[in-house]
């Protein structure tokens, strides 16, 4: 019998393995990997030995992915290693609300923010980074910039954007979100669009 226990921060998990031939193996191993991108991120944790029971504990930060892990149990007896049994777990990717605002004090300015919510339930481990890229929908991303969003005081996330930019122009706006969580997860968590606008500064002739 094999169980994966997923810490409430989503940091580590905890592997345990006992029962039947388990419990006369001179040494168990537990290999882990994440399903994204195959077995790249493959690790082997030596289990320790406490009563019949064998526990290794896997830091989610040697893996760096959300989604399904995979788990094999290997026992090793008399000297040969056998495959005893295989099992799963999940680590939430985190989601957000994005969307693009626009005070009147901005469109005077030139400029518009990206504002990021996170549920307050989400079970993703919390966030550490938040990167917005921009890009208008004119030319493609000839004018796409990577920006590190500030955390508020309402626990929210915000970018701000300025329009002075060599290749960039009023209008339609992508903004895309990556998330690096505290478990150092990195991983996409939403996007949206919206048109932006300038007011036209007023000029009077003395």
């Known amino acids: 019998i094999a169980t994966a226990d997923v810490s409430q921060d989503q940091k580590t998990v905890t592997i345990e393995a006992h029962g039947g031939w388990l419990g006369h193996a001179s040494a168990v191993s537990f290999p882990t990997w994440s399903s994204q991108n195959g077995q790249d991120d493959i690790r082997w944790y030596q289990a320790t030995r406490s009563g019949d029971a064998w526990t290794a504990t896997v830091q989610i930060a ?3 992915s959300a989604g399904t892990y995979a788990v094999h149990v290997y026992g ?13 777990f999940t680590i939430d990717a985190p989601k957000a609300s994005v969307s693009i605002t626009q005070s009147e ?24 980074r938040v990167q917005v890229p921009v890009w208008s929908t004119v030319n493609g991303q000839d004018d796409i910039e990577w920006l590190d969003a500030r955390k508020l005081t309402s626990g929210a996330w915000q970018a701000d954007v300025t329009l002075i930019h060599p290749r960039r122009d009023v209008g339609e706006y992508q903004a895309h979100v990556y998330v690096t969580c505290v478990n150092r997860v990195f991983s996409f968590a939403g996007s949206c669009s919206a048109k932006v606008e300038t007011t036209p500064v007023e000029i009077k002739a003395e």
Do not use: N
Request: aromatic residues 10%; hydrophobic residues 40%.
């Open 76 to 88: 090793t007896m008399w000297g040969q290693t056998y495959i005893a049994s295989a099992i799963s």
């Open 105 to 128: 004090d901005q469109k005077k300015s030139g400029s518009f923010s990206v504002l990021v919510e996170f549920p307050a339930d989400m079970k993703a481990a919390a966030p550490e």
């Open 62 to 64: 040697d893996h760096r």
